[in-house]
């Protein structure tokens, strides 16, 4: 696949699919077609056709992250699956939810929110930086379990600094104290192999927008059998088959009103395209794309990045310190004023962010990028800050 396959805009450098991946023109298509079905028939469409439809679909999706099909439930996206999770997680005054500091914003948000419900306390455990040996990642990260410790939430790939993290070693660890963890994976679907069984967490967060290139609104939750028992819905509807299948802990997600479920039906063609192009060169073009730009910006900037070890750390996503000074600390939603620049005289769409007081842009890349992107990019980064003073 190439750029020709997707249906971005003529004239624009994407280089932000971390953030929100078009889908190819193929997922589009079959999304469609059964959109079309559901127009034409909507009541055969939802009560007879859709419960067999979605396990249809889910079983290509199972077999891409190693786990069977009857562990996981489509979902929006992998925030919608943290709040199922928040509300299936009992939590009581005094215990503790551990995090790292690279959390996703929004995940943050959900677990203070509830333990603020619960009188539970989020624990953040500050990680080495910079990051250079995962053995020493997984040390630190458990010096922050207590006694108290209820859960551990931690990100496969994380947003904000695009660093893999050793989750396996951290659920092994934590199986053996007998903690349940949370895993937040929207970034490593299709960027990285991904085996759930052999992970062996509790739960898994997905969205299926970004690297696997479905449709926007699609997502996923691994729910361990040891848990399927106990998971509770954050939407309450009639739960139970519509069609008289046999009953299933994925009724009471499956059936939360009616809603549009042909993007989560296009996923297998998402996976097919992927498939075709090969899995390891997918893997492999769009890291060195990444690679590409990192080591020319580093070379620009002087600034120490937050990961040396590129090939350890990161796939096709890398986060880098650019200088400037920071305003007003981080807050959601403000754009900073080199984003609206590269956007605005050079249609370059690449986000700039503050994390941890300091200045960073991420560079993520997929099968519609080139290295002429990655190239124009690096162009607009030297004209700014060779001119304008207030980004440096």
């Known amino acids: 696949m190439d750029r020709s396959d997707f249906t971005l805009d003529d004239g624009v450098t994407y280089l932000n699919n971390g953030s929100f991946g078009p889908s190819p023109r193929r997922v589009q298509e079959v999304r469609k077609s059964w959109i079309d079905r559901l127009e034409r028939q909507p009541m055969q469409f939802l009560t007879r056709d859709l419960e067999p439809a979605l396990r249809d679909a889910m079983n290509p999706l199972a077999d891409l992250v190693g786990t069977a099909s009857t562990n996981m439930t489509f979902v929006d996206n992998a ?3 943290m709040n199922i999770v928040a509300r299936t997680v009992p939590l009581s005054r005094d215990e503790e939810v551990l995090l790292t500091d690279h959390e996703y ?8 929110d509830r333990c603020k419900e619960t009188g539970a306390k989020v624990v953040v455990q ?3 930086d910079p990051l250079t040996d995962p053995n020493e990642l997984v040390e630190e990260f458990l010096k922050g379990v207590t006694e108290r ?7 496969h790939v994380t947003s904000a600094t695009a660093a893999i993290f050793p989750v396996q070693e951290i659920c092994h660890a934590a199986r053996r104290m007998k903690i349940p963890v949370c895993i937040d994976g929207p970034h490593a679907i299709g960027m990285v192999p991904v085996n759930l069984d052999v992970i062996d967490c509790d739960f898994y967060c997905a969205s299926c927008h970004k690297w696997l290139s479905a449709t926007f609104g699609t997502g996923f939750l691994y729910v361990a059998p040891r848990w399927q028992h106990r998971v509770k819905p954050a939407i309450i509807s009639w739960g139970g088959s519509v069609s008289g299948q046999e009953p299933s802990w994925q009724d009471e997600f499956n059936w939360i009103g009616t809603r549009d479920l042909s993007g989560v039906l296009a996923i297998p063609e998402a996976i097919r395209c992927l498939k075709e192009h090969g899995w390891e060169r997918f893997r492999n073009e769009t890291h060195q794309l990444v690679q590409h730009g990192a080591e020319r910006i580093s070379s620009l ?6 990961i040396n ?3 350890t750390w990161n796939a096709s996503m890398i986060t880098l310190p650019v200088p400037g000074i920071v305003e007003n600390g981080e807050q959601h939603g403000r754009r900073d004023p080199l984003q609206n620049t590269l956007w605005n005289r050079y ?12 200045r960073f842009l991420r560079i993520s890349c997929h099968l519609y990028n080139t290295t002429d992107d990655v190239d124009h990019l690096l162009n607009a980064l030297e004209e700014c800050f060779a001119k304008d003073h207030k980004f440096v």
Do not use: C, Y
């Open 79 to 81: 925030t919608f699956g």
């Open 105 to 112: 914003g929004a995940v943050m948000r959900v677990w203070r």
């Open 126 to 128: 500050r990680l080495p």
């Open 149 to 155: 410790t209820k859960l551990i939430v931690i990100s």
């Open 301 to 306: 900037t002087g600034l120490d990045p937050l």
């Open 309 to 311: 070890d590129h090939t």
């Open 347 to 358: 249609q370059i769409e690449v986000p700039v962010f503050t994390w941890k007081n300091r």
